[in-house]
């Protein structure tokens, strides 16, 4: 049976989250792309290409921290080689900036947070976007935050850094249309992962989800799905936009 993403190759940056990245990889290779799961923890994105492997599905490892940008570029390359280039890319990869106040947060803890979502993602999507437009193809999916849409009162450079990928795909979408790439970002709302469990903490997490519109706070499976509709041909005639599934909660207002 054929699956719509068959013939092509996906990369996620932080694939090997034990939340939304493995998520993200098992949907796209659940609809046959082949999957790079790329994370700087080896074994994390090891364990979900096995994962991936014993579900049927196609994918390798691919290790580096993607804020190390000379070194990551040169492994990137030396994938899009032996891959023949990705056809559609997941800028997934993050870090927590969750519960700081604006004069708790210096200038190092700026800048990380603008290398890894920000630089890193520019890097890369600038890497694979010439075998797209060789291709006429591709799909960019950029992870935001539902911060975005409405900021957080304690996390103002982790939403200053999502707010820019809302700005490039907006950019890019409009640069590399007439090249048939789609470009979309998905600003999920508040869910428990290892980043959120270590900033916001549990009791907080249970709060907000119990006030949502739905009593819970979201699952990966809730954003995997998004993606790989992003990710898929249903959705080509989609582009420059951002989809946030975040359980109603913009419609209450938390
Ligand atoms: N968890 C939430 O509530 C939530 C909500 C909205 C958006 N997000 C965003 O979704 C993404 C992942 O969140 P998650 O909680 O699902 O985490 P996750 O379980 O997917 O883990 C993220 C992975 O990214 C990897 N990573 C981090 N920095 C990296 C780097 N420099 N190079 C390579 N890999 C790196 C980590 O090793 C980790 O495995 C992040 O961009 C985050 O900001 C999370």
Redesign the pocket.
């Known amino acids: 049976m054929t699956k719509p993403l068959d013939g092509k190759t996906a990369l996620v ?2 694939g ?7 998520a993200h990889c098992l949907a796209l290779a659940a609809k046959g792309a082949h999957v790079i799961v ?4 080896e074994d ?1 994105a090891a364990a979900v290409v096995t994962d991936i492997h014993a579900h049927g599905g196609s994918a390798e490892p691919m290790a ?4 190390e940008l000379d070194p990551f570029l040169v492994s990137l390359n030396e994938v899009i080689s032996s891959t023949g280039g990705i056809d559609i890319l997941v800028n ?5 900036g969750l519960s700081t106040p604006l004069a708790d947060i210096d200038q190092d803890f700026f800048d990380r947070m603008m290398n ?2 920000v630089k ?1 993602s520019f890097f890369i999507t600038q890497a694979v976007v010439p075998e797209m437009k060789a291709k006429g193809y591709g799909k960019i999916i950029n ?4 911060f975005c849409l409405y900021g957080s009162p304690l996390a103002s450079h ?1 939403t200053a850094a ?1 707010s820019a990928l809302l700005g490039l795909t907006k950019s890019w979408a409009r640069e590399l249309a007439s090249f048939g790439i789609r470009v979309n970002a998905v ?5 428990e ?4 469990r270590a900033s916001v903490g549990g009791a907080l997490l249970k709060d907000q989800g119990k006030a949502a519109p739905f009593g819970r706070l ?1 699952v ?1 499976d809730d954003i995997a799905g998004v993606v790989a509709f992003l990710a898929g041909p249903e959705s080509d005639f989609i582009s420059g936009q951002t989809i946030s599934p975040n359980g109603g909660n913009t419609i209450v207002g938390i």
């Open positions: 940056t932080g090997g989250g034990p939340a939304m990245g493995s790329q994370d700087m923890r994390h580096g921290d993607i804020t997934h990869a993050g870090i927590s890894v979502h890193g992870i935001a935050s539902e982790y999502k600003a999920p709302s508040l869910m992962s290892e980043l959120t979201a990966p």
